[in-house]
DNA sequence: CGAACCATTGATTCGCGTCAAACCCGGTGG
DNA sequence: CCACCGGGTTTGACGCGAATCAATGGTTCG
């Protein structure tokens, strides 16, 4: 199994690659890095002249404001391109951090410019996931102003589908190695709440132990959290 | 003064064009189009096929929840493309609604299908405007977790500075006309809340009558509200 | 066995929501 | 000219959800 396979799974659940498509990024996407836990990649002001392709673990892009809050404003799971949006941002916004061990291949602008100039309809896969990470922050958004047991029910919602979409998740069951306090800072909220909100919910909806999770009522738990995984925009179409 | 100038200016403020990449533009861009006030104009699971170029008036991207509250995910100025995500999202996931009387052109998704056929350049320029407008979304996630006259602060500083960006504000002066309902919906807090906010605003840093709005102490007001405008990218360079 | 890290609990405070009423002002019509 | 209306703004009283601060367990690992 090659290294662009959970790439190329990733594109393709939108729309089908051609096979000179697929060997271009075989050719394009070098050796492997593996990069500690907790450890920042990236920080804001920073001018990359590479964007990062995550083959496994989880990353996050996250923003320190004055008091020293960490918020998270993006989660990456395994195929996604953490920071493809510096290729035209060049100077970043934000930090990039792995929230567990990772493995991941650095690709350089060049070669992604590369693409642009010649290979229209994987330009337009690269954007399509830069503006699916938009729809992604739009719904943090909305669940933002919601209670907190909704905002969290959203999120392992969404972390659910995205991961089963690279075969991460199966049986309403996955593995979320994030502490507590981590969470807190992808809801906006306080470690301390972000406890009772799980306590609240593993009385009806989930079981949650160390790093496992399982969903024990799927129907019940995205109705709470409103959850409909339209704006993944997981569907093979043309584009 | 043409069509497309508004265009031009919000695209020149990040990169050169050429002359025949604005004549091109020129050429795409067809005669405008009148909505009235509070019209929506798309609906979530619509499949537009053509991107809204919005030259007078503002407007909002909206999501409505199960209980009828509704939230602005954005607010757009003119110059923007609006909705230029559907082009490759395809199904539309959220509404779009003129919050004051408006002006717009509609391109259809073909054009642009072609532009990324031929014109790398003009391209990635509007992958650059979805991913700024990615950038907004981050801006605003991070100030929904903080107190409200933070978060109204930022959103003015954001206003004043894209409306200033398209010469609709000056010398800390700008027309905001939104009823405080629509600025509730925008901070996703209550009416009512906005009113104390504003109110408590107005004694240092605000003054705000009617759709008037003007800033009285910029410093204060960005310092509060932690506003950095790097996010709006309004750097020219070449990408 | 202690150190470090994380999860959990309790007590108290505070920002914001909720509900309801009052007010303001431009527009309309008698 | 004034009564009346309606949309938006403002005010007050009250309750709840989440923050805060501080302490206590539980596990893993040197």
Chains 1, 2 share one sequence.
């Not at 060049?90 to 930090?95: K, L, R, T």
């Not at 969470?183 to 470690?191: F, H, M, Q, S, W």
Request: proline letters at 6%.
């Amino acid at each position: 199994m090659s290294i662009v396979t959970t790439l190329i799974k990733c594109l393709e659940a939108r729309d089908t690659l051609t096979e000179s498509e697929k060997a271009l990024l075989n050719d394009v996407v070098l050796e492997p890095v593996s990069v500690p836990a907790k450890t920042e990649t990236t920080w804001p002001g920073d001018r990359p002249g590479r964007c990062t392709l995550l083959l496994s673990g989880l990353m996050a892009r996250t923003k320190v404001s004055i008091d020293g809050q960490k918020r998270i404003t993006a989660i990456h799971v395994p195929g996604d391109f953490v920071d493809l949006h510096s290729f035209l941002l060049h100077e970043m916004d934000h930090a990039i951090e792995t929230l567990t061990p990772c493995e991941v291949v650095y690709v350089p602008h060049p070669t992604i410019a590369r693409i642009t100039e010649a290979q229209p309809h994987l330009t337009r896969l690269f954007w399509l996931s830069t503006v699916i990470d938009g729809a992604i922050h739009r719904e943090w958004l909305i669940t933002a102003s919601k209670p907190s047991r909704q905002q969290l029910a959203h999120l392992l919602c969404e972390l659910y589908v995205r991961l089963k979409a690279v075969d991460l998740a199966a049986d309403g069951k996955f593995r979320l190695p994030l502490t507590q306090e981590t969470v807190a800072n992808v809801l906006g909220i306080t470690p301390v709440h972000v406890n009772r909100t799980i306590q609240s919910m593993r009385v009806d909806v989930i079981e949650w132990r160390g790093a496992d999770i399982k969903i024990l009522d799927w129907d019940r738990l995205a109705e709470e959290a409103e959850f409909d995984p339209a704006y993944l925009c997981l569907k093979q179409e043309p584009r």
